[in-house]
């Protein structure tokens, strides 16, 4: 069985947050959504729980991030292609998110990114697949 990765983020409008992603292309499992959380789909083994503030509380001891002057987490997601990259962010600020900096084009990576509604930062890259070395 293969390794599955739940990253859980708080949100202040969580039915704002469903439509935005859902913009994106990202799907959602009803079995998990309520009216303080939802799964987004990102790929087979790979989910974002996006939870009410309140919801996320439940899970931490911790002060939740001000993320508009603090940075908790890099979410990094891997795209086919440059143009799948652009697309994104172009729908993601079309949406009502922002850029928080320039494309970066490294030749072998080429990478952008955006901040979500709540201002979470996704990192989107396509890497050019002779650059990944084999083991």
Known sequence: MATKIFVNLPVKDLKKSI???AKLGFTFNPQFTDETATCMIVSE????M???????KTFTPKEICDTTKSTEVL?????ESRDKV????????????????????????????????????WELFYMEPS???SN
Not at 50 to 56: E, N, S, V
Not at 101 to 110: A, I, L, R, T
């Open 19 to 21: 439509e935005f992603f």
């Open 45 to 48: 083994d790979i989910f974002v």
């Open 50 to 56: 996006l939870l009410t503030r309140d919801k996320f």
């Open 75 to 79: 979410v990094g997601l891997s795209c």
């Open 86 to 121: 652009n697309d994104m962010v172009r729908k993601a600020v079309a949406g009502g998110g922002s850029t928080y900096n320039q494309p970066q084009d490294h030749g072998f990576m080429y990478g952008h990114g955006f901040q979500d509604l709540d201002g979470h930062i």
């Open 131 to 133: 650059a990944v070395k």
